[in-house]
């Protein structure tokens, strides 16, 4: 036998659901004159020479290239030196999982093996 059909008064549960929800905004993208200024300072930012900006975190941040950063901040009361792709989400800029963090001992290592490192790419 097939079951009826009745309507079921909304009135009963779910009075929540007759309000609707609420939209999300939509982040503005840049205009085409402010997009080339932003890739003009990411390219100066890219050669060096750079003093760091603070980062969302409080870190320090020296950027290598378009998304790539070098970051001196402190966890855990011991100061790291990392080199981490970053990428966009909501308009902020946020580490992903490409990258790696050194202590200030690895840090220092890297410092003096840097001339060696730098004669064998040339001799690459």
């Known amino acids: 036998m097939p079951k009826s059909k009745e309507f079921l008064s909304s009135s009963e549960s779910d009075s929540d659901c007759d309000e609707p929800k609420p939209k ?24 060096g020479g750079s003093a760091g900006e ?3 975190s ?7 290239s378009r998304m790539r950063y070098a970051t001196v901040s402190e966890f855990r009361g011991k100061v790291l030196v990392s080199i981490r792709e970053y990428y966009e989400k909501d308009g902020e800029i946020r580490p992903g999982k490409k990258g790696i963090s050194l202590t200030l ?20």
């Open 24 to 47: 999300k905004k939509k982040v503005e993208k840049p205009k085409k004159e402010e997009k080339k200024e932003e890739k003009k300072k990411e390219e100066k930012g890219a050669s």
């Open 58 to 64: 409080g870190e320090t941040m020296f950027q290598l």
């Open 105 to 124: 001992e690895q840090w220092n290592s890297l410092k003096d093996q840097i001339g060696d490192i730098d004669a064998e790419v040339k001799r690459q």
């Open 54 to 56: 603070k980062g969302p």
